[in-house]
């Protein structure tokens, strides 16, 4: 029994040490799933603010055509409202599926801006539908998709921890 005693704090500093392992190791497991986790979905959250942007985008450049073929837009590819509306029509339903996933995955400041960018978007295909010719007033709706569009890439960039980016405003020159 004495040699036990003598032996037991030898024991004991085995026991703490083991334990002490054990819960580093489970700790530092613990910190890596949960940084991976968090990697796995902030990846999949660039995927879907990204694919939200090029679906609303296809929308924006089919207006741009209709527009340039109404006298409003310098856009050098003109498109005929007729021609223009199944490719919008495409375009809406590709962009309804993108919407829902942002919902979904995205941060409250990105889906409002998101939201006010695609408002500016209806704004533009509302003109572009009545076959109104106003270089002026289009402008101005280009200004707030702009706007729009760059406050949506502020937003995703905040939220996903990323330096800023370019305005993408740059002067068009007329053709």
């Given at each position: 029994m004495n040699a036990f005693l003598q032996q037991l704090p030898a024991l004991i500093g085995v026991?703490?040490?083991?334990l002490g392992s054990y819960l580093a190791i489970v700790r530092g497991d613990r910190a890596r799933f949960q940084r991976?986790?968090?990697?796995?979905w902030e990846e999949r959250r660039l995927d879907v603010y990204a694919e939200y942007a090029r679906t609303l985008k296809k929308s924006v450049t089919l207006t741009?055509?209709?527009?340039?073929?109404?006298?409003?837009?310098p856009h050098p590819h003109a498109l005929t409202p007729a021609e223009a509306e199944p490719l919008l029509a495409q375009a809406t339903v590709d962009r309804d599926p993108s919407g829902e996933a942002l919902i979904l995955l995205g941060s409250t400041e990105v889906v409002d801006k998101a939201r006010a960018w695609v408002g500016a978007v209806m704004e533009m295909e509302r003109?572009?539908?009545?076959?109104?010719?106003?270089?002026?007033?289009?402008?101005?709706?280009?200004?707030?998709?702009?706007?729009?569009?760059?406050?949506y890439y502020a937003a995703v960039r905040d939220d996903l921890a990323?330096?800023?980016g370019h305005?993408?405003?740059?002067?068009?020159?007329e053709v």
């Open positions: 026991v703490i040490g083991a991976e986790r968090e990697a796995r741009y055509r209709v527009a340039s073929h109404l006298g409003n837009d003109f572009m539908r009545a076959g109104t010719h106003d270089p002026g007033a289009w402008r101005e709706l280009l200004e707030r998709q702009r706007a729009g569009r760059e406050g990323l330096p800023p305005s993408a405003r740059w002067p068009v020159t």
